[in-house]
T-cell receptor
Framework: GENVEQHPSTLSVQEGDSAVIKCTYSDSASNYFPWYKQELGKGPQLIIDIRSNVGEKKDQRIAVTLNKTAKHFSLHITETQPEDSAVYFCAASMGSNYQLIWGAGTKLIIKP | DADVTQTPRNRITKTGKRIMLECSQTKGHDRMYWYRQDPGLGLQLIYYSFDVKDINKGEISDGYSVSRQAQAKFSLSLESAIPNQTALYFC?????????????FGPGTRLTVL
């Protein structure tokens, strides 16, 4: 079955710098790759997603890139701000009728 | 009001007790999910339901059961709780459609089994 690995488990960056979180997946049939942000005491919330027919997607300060050949995808956050501090999860699935397989999460710490 | 609500938000129980966690949603979504979150392990799917008459096991269903009472309600039961079921439990919903993959999560229930 599908397996998703996420690195690093903790990432500490200076406010204003960029942060990159990487995930690899094992099943080449996976075609949907979302990223969720979980703030303290809350459930995860979708922040951006990408499908396998697209190599990159941007939304203001966040972007996701996908390399289907290498089976990895990454979340990029530029100009980090204190409110970016949270746990970020990547996931993969073969479509809406299939379950999401989740990475273990990355705790992002933004240092003032 | 929150779209996905979970009750209780916190629960402490003893080994061997039966416990039910409840989830309600006002989003009108057909699909509902129960996840378990442990530190360093991400989210693991326990059960999911694509409509009222459909119940499916996830990765870690042993020791759990579910009931889909209505489109808006999906409850998770631990028949005989054990300490390694201590975790954060999330309910989620999603809409139907090839492009509608987003899952909407409740605030979570923190369960401690002594």
């Amino acid at each position: 079955g599908e397996n998703v690995e996420q690195h690093p488990s903790t990432l500490s960056v200076q406010e204003g710098d960029s942060a990159v979180i990487k995930c690899t997946y094992s099943d080449s049939a996976s075609n949907y790759f979302p990223w969720y942000k979980q703030e303290l005491g809350k459930g995860p919330q979708l922040i951006i997603d990408i499908r396998s027919n697209v190599g990159e997607k941007k939304d203001q300060r966040i972007a996701v890139t996908l390399n289907k050949t290498a089976k990895h995808f990454s979340l990029h956050i530029t100009e980090t701000q204190p409110e970016d501090s949270a746990v970020y999860f990547c996931a993969a699935s073969m479509g809406s009728n299939y379950q999401l397989i989740w990475g273990a999460g990355t705790k992002l710490i933004i240092k003032p | 009001d929150a779209d996905v609500t979970q009750t209780p938000r916190n629960r402490i129980t003893k080994t061997g007790k039966r416990i039910m966690l409840e989830c309600s949603q006002t989003k009108g979504h057909d699909r509902m999910y129960w996840y378990r979150q442990d530190p360093g392990l991400g989210l693991q799917l326990i059960y999911y339901s694509f409509d009222v008459k459909d119940i499916n096991k996830g990765e870690i269903s042993d020791g759990y059961s579910v009931s889909r009472q209505a489109q808006a309600k999906f409850s998770l039961s631990l028949e005989s709780a054990i300490p390694n079921q201590t975790a954060l439990y999330f309910c989620a919903t999603s809409d139907v459609g090839d492009e509608l993959n987003e899952q909407f999560f409740g605030p979570g229930t923190r369960l401690t089994v002594l």
